[in-house]
Structure formats: C-alpha cells, structure tokens
C-alpha cells in the first residue's frame, strides 16, 4: 500500500507535460520528464520525489516533448502499466507506440481508443479525442485522459487544439464535469516540416508547410472547453519553458510570445468567472 493511504488526492506537477498523481491506492505519471535541481532555492520536483512504484504512466501523443526515453528507461523498474494511444498501423508518420515501448522492454503496455476506459482503484482513466497539433496529418496515435477517482476529476488535454468544440459538448455530456483542466497552450507551434519532413517524398511549399503547424489552443479555443467542462481550477501547462525544454523544443518565450499572450488572456478570462487558473512552471503542488 502506498504511504499515502487514506490521504486525500495529490496532484504534483513536475514541469511540462508531467503530473503526478496519488490516492492511497495508486500512483500515476502523465508525459514523464524529470528534472533537475537548478540551485535556485524552490528546487523543482526531481527523481527523489517519485513514488517507488509508478502504477500507471498516460502518454498522450509521440511528440519529443511528452514521449522521452530518457526518463522512460530510468523509470521502467517502476512502472506498472503504459497507457497508450492506438495508432493507426501502417504509416510512417503513425508508429505503434506500444510496440516500440514493447521493444524497449516494457512489459504491461495498453492501447486505448477514444473513450476507452481503464479501470482504477477508486475510479478510471477515460480515453478523449485530441485534435490538432500534428500539422493535418493522418495521425490517430494522440489522445486526452480523464481521470476520475474518489469523487475527483481531472483532464490532462496535452497540446489539444479545440477545433471543433461541439465534439467537446458532446464530450462533456458523457463523462460529466471536469474538476480540474490541465491545458497546454503553445499555439504558435513549428512548421509541419519541423518534425515531419524527413517522411515526405518531396519538400512541401512554404505556405502550405507554415499553414500546417503543430499549434496547440488559443485563448479564443481553449475557452470554450472551460464551458464545457466547468472546472474548478483550469491550469496552463506544457508550455516548454522549463530550461531543459529548450535542447528538446528550442522555445524561448519572451512577455509578448503568442502564447504567453493567449495564456495571459485565459487565465485572466477564468478569474473573471471565480475560476482559479495559472501558468504551471517547474513545480506546483495541488490537494484536491
């Protein structure tokens, strides 16, 4: 049994795309990467503030920001079950996810579908559509989680960008209110050719490689999954400023980056409506 048995939920954000979640009967990680101390005094989270075990690991798409084998293979010993979007076979640019983490040596890895669930002690881990962020390519490998456990709810969105927000309405419907959102907002997003282009037969055209970005949510986009799921806390996160993002993204925000921006406006936008909201950087602590 965990050391945290009959506690209440804790969730811990690490940086990035990483949270931590524990009940008293189960841990889990999103999008694992770990830091390091950086002598600055608050000290982020780091390998020492790991459980033993980790029960479960969400991966929500195979981005080099949210799938890292470098924390991955450091955490194999640990971790119990891999939770993984399905892709759709057969396309260079849509791997098996499982079958290259089975290839790595992780021995318990599950596909999910959109609205899969995987049962919990205490509750389950629903699959949801992620839309966008891949730059209009024929990808089905990327997925939001819902965790619902012990009367809390959380969703963990990624890099989702909210084009289509009647898809989300119906979301809403089925799986109910959200108690907390985690949202990535970096909505400028690198050119299709950034990650991609080595798979292309040819070079794409300029105008068409910038039109097609890997841009998660605006302001104008994420809001309405705000209505929709009518958290209590609403936290921007995923951003890609941690300063070891940098050797994997190349971000450098300065105060009027777009998505510092459009971060700014939604979590002004959230305590307008009583909604408590910040941008997550290096380490945060949250008891639900």
């Not at 809403?172 to 985690?182: D, E, N």
């Not at 806390?233 to 300063?243: I, S």
């Given at each position: 049994?965990?050391?945290?048995?009959?506690?209440?939920?804790?969730?811990?954000?690490?940086?990035?795309?990483?949270?931590?979640?524990?009940?008293?009967?189960?841990?889990?990680?999103?999008?694992?990467?770990?830091?390091?101390?950086?002598?600055?005094?608050?000290?982020?989270?780091?390998f020492a503030d790991l459980?033993?075990?980790?029960?479960?690991?969400?991966?929500?798409?195979?981005?080099?920001?949210?799938?890292?084998?470098?924390?991955?293979?450091?955490?194999?010993?640990?971790?119990?079950?891999?939770?993984?979007?399905?892709?759709?076979?057969?396309?260079?640019?849509?791997?098996?996810?499982?079958?290259?983490?089975?290839?790595?040596?992780?021995?318990?890895?599950?596909?999910?579908?959109?609205?899969?669930?995987?049962?919990?002690?205490?509750?389950?881990?629903?699959?949801?559509?992620?839309?966008?962020?891949?730059?209009?390519?024929?990808?089905?490998?990327?997925?939001?989680?819902?965790?619902?456990?012990?009367?809390?709810?959380?969703?963990?969105?990624?890099?989702?960008?909210?084009?289509?927000?009647?898809?989300?309405?119906?979301?809403?419907?089925?799986?109910?209110?959200?108690?907390?959102?985690?949202?990535?907002?970096?909505?400028?997003?690198?050119?299709?050719?950034?990650?991609?282009?080595?798979?292309l037969n040819e070079p794409?055209?300029?105008?068409?490689?910038?039109?097609?970005?890997?841009?998660?949510?605006?302001?104008?986009?994420?809001?309405?999954?705000?209505?929709?799921?009518?958290?209590?806390?609403?936290?921007?996160?995923?951003?890609?400023?941690?300063?070891?993002?940098?050797?994997?993204?190349?971000?450098?925000?300065?105060?009027?980056?777009?998505?510092?921006?459009?971060?700014?406006?939604?979590?002004?936008?959230?305590?307008?409506?009583?909604?408590?909201?910040?941008?997550?950087?290096?380490?945060?602590?949250?008891?639900?």
């Amino acid at each position: 049994m965990p050391a945290r048995a009959g506690q209440p939920v804790r969730v811990r954000y690490f940086n990035h795309a990483t949270v931590l979640v524990e009940t008293g009967e189960f841990s889990l990680l999103t999008d694992p990467i770990v830091g390091y101390p950086l002598g600055q005094g608050d000290d982020p989270f780091t390998f020492a503030d790991l459980p033993e075990r980790i029960d479960y690991v969400l991966l929500t798409h195979n981005h080099q920001d949210h799938i890292v084998l470098e924390s991955l293979l450091q955490l194999r010993h640990r971790i119990g079950t891999l939770v993984v979007p399905r892709s759709h076979g057969g396309f260079l640019q849509d791997p098996s996810i499982r079958l290259a983490l089975e290839a790595c040596g992780f021995e318990r890895v599950i596909e999910v579908g959109e609205l899969d669930s995987v049962p919990v002690p205490g509750g389950e881990i629903v699959a949801l559509p992620f839309l966008g962020e891949h730059g209009d390519l024929h990808i089905a490998a990327k997925m939001a989680f819902a965790l619902k456990v012990n009367g809390k709810s959380m969703l963990f969105a990624a890099d989702s960008n909210n084009l289509q927000p009647e898809l989300y309405q119906r979301i809403a419907q089925r799986i109910g209110r959200i108690g907390t959102l985690f949202i990535g907002m970096e909505c400028e997003g690198a050119p299709m050719s950034w990650l991609y282009g080595a798979l292309l037969n040819e070079p794409l055209g300029r105008q068409f490689d910038q039109n097609r970005r890997l841009n998660g949510s605006d302001c104008a986009r994420a809001w309405p999954l705000v209505e929709c799921f009518a958290p209590r806390q609403v936290f921007v996160y995923a951003m890609g400023a941690e300063p070891w993002l940098k050797f994997i993204s190349s971000i450098e925000y300065a105060p009027t980056s777009l998505p510092i921006v459009e971060s700014d406006k939604l979590i002004a936008r959230c305590h307008a409506h009583d909604i408590q909201s910040e941008r997550l950087y290096l380490k945060k602590e949250i008891i639900l």
